[in-house]
């Protein structure tokens, strides 16, 4: 919570996020899933963040090994992924690791619903989960 003010800044970060629908499922009570859900559709309405949606009817995807950020930095900083597992964070700078993570990145992308179907989906889950 305490990194939001990064997202609401005058020159405010960049944010790209691929969700998959098993964390949605993960969330029991409905209260609490209509709660992150306005949060998700409130968060892609800005300009500096993109949310897409990839739906279990996507498949087997390559992003199935762990969540993971990639970080671009401005020049000379290279690029980092992070991934955090149980007690510990990984920091990984290697080109072949970044390259890695990027590849897996755009193939999340390219296999999640575009922004506007995510939108409308995420919409439609809200107005079923409020009934």
């Not at 800044?9 to 790209?16: M, P, T, V, Y």
């Not at 279990?56 to 000379?76: I, K, R, T």
């Not at 690791?97 to 193939?107: I, K, P, S």
Request: charged share 20%; with cysteine.
């Amino acid at each position: 919570m305490g990194r939001h003010h990064l997202l609401e800044a005058e020159n405010a970060i960049k944010l790209w996020a691929v969700i998959d629908e098993a964390a949605l499922h993960r969330i029991p009570e409905p209260a609490v899933l209509c709660g992150q859900l306005e949060h998700l559709l409130a968060m892609a309405e800005r300009t500096n963040i993109t949310v897409q949606f990839l739906p279990f009817s996507a498949g087997l995807h390559p992003g199935l090994d762990g969540p993971f950020v990639l970080m671009g930095f401005p020049d000379p900083n290279p690029e980092v992924v992070w991934m955090e597992n149980g007690p510990n964070s990984v920091y990984c700078e290697g080109a072949d690791e970044v390259d890695h993570y990027t590849e897996v990145f755009d193939h999340l992308r390219a296999r999640a619903l575009g922004p506007p179907e995510t939108h409308a989906h995420l919409t439609g889950l809200l107005k079923e989960k409020r009934t």
